[in-house]
Nanobody
């Protein structure tokens, strides 16, 4: 499993970024893909997940309405659009392999608690 993130940057409050994640080494189009983040000195925090075909998306309350997750299975790539960024969004953002799409039922709570053991190296987002 390989997940490679890009797109992190330094941005002012209220700004926007688009993160990308290229997946390889597994059948990414049959798995949920998630974005998780870790701020300095804090635990990993689930941010968002998207179902294998992109038909369902889930968000943490802290980012709902500001972030948008999407994916292009033809390119084995997932995206996270970050709008209206706040200083509290400063963190390293990781793309992660989620559960297989045969896992039912899937809820936001399950996705938030999933042990995302397969993650990329992360991309730094700094809002200042």
């Amino acid at each position: 499993v390989q997940l490679v993130e890009s797109g992190g940057d330094l941005v002012q409050p209220g700004g926007s970024l688009r993160l990308s994640c290229v997946a390889s080494g597994f059948s990414a189009n049959t798995y949920y893909i998630a974005w998780v983040r870790q701020a300095p000195g804090k635990e990993f925090e689930w941010v968002s997940s998207i179902k294998s075909g992109g038909s369902a998306t889930y968000y943490a309350d802290s980012v709902k309405g500001r972030f948008t997750i999407s994916r292009d299975n033809d390119k084995n790539t997932a995206y996270l659009q970050l709008n209206s960024l706040q200083t509290e969004d400063t963190a390293t953002y990781y793309c992660a392999k989620g559960p297989n799409d045969i896992v039912v039922p899937v809820t936001a709570e399950l996705l938030a608690r999933y042990p995302y053991e397969d993650r990329g190296q992360g991309t730094q987002v700094t809002v200042s």
